[in-house]
């Protein structure tokens, strides 16, 4: 069964950290594009970052850039989103994603982008910031 399965959320105060877990179970995370998004309550999904497995490159968006980072790892078949500096604006469910290497090239995803276009999602785990 593929699975996803993200972890690693919960409150946490303005300037914080947390590094949220995806793990994969059921398929391989080998060849693969790893997306992470968020939705905050009233908003639109939002993509953060897309990873290439093929060569462990990662595009970040502007909102996040500098102060996300992704990692892999592969013996666990796991990505995590290490978060620092969190500010009240992150709070949101956080999604990881993976689809094809290629649709990482579709990153910055433009207006109206379909995000089923990613296969397989997590179910989310949520991140509030707040003092």
């Known amino acids: 069964q593929v699975q996803l399965v993200e972890s690693g959320g919960g409150l946490v105060q303005p300037g914080s950290s947390l590094r949220l877990s995806c793990a994969a179970s059921?398929?391989?995370?080998?060849?693969?594009?790893i997306g992470w998004f968020r939705q905050a309550p009233g908003k639109e999904r939002e993509a953060l970052s897309c990873?290439?497995?093929?060569?462990?490159?990662?595009y970040y968006e502007d909102s996040v850039k500098g102060r996300f980072t992704v990692s892999i790892d592969n013996a666990r078949n796991a990505v995590y989103l290490e978060m620092n500096n969190l500010k009240p604006e992150d709070t949101a469910v956080y999604y990881c994603?993976?689809?094809?290497?290629?649709?990482?090239?579709?990153?910055?995803?433009?207006?109206?982008?379909?995000?089923?276009?990613?296969?397989?999602w997590g179910q989310g785990t949520q991140v509030t910031v707040s003092s």
């Open positions: 994603a993976v689809d094809s290497p290629v649709t990482c090239f579709e990153f910055p995803l433009r207006p109206g982008w379909d995000y089923d276009l990613f296969g397989s």
């Open positions: 990873t290439k497995t093929t060569d462990d490159s990662t």
């Open positions: 059921g398929f391989s995370l080998d060849y693969r594009a």
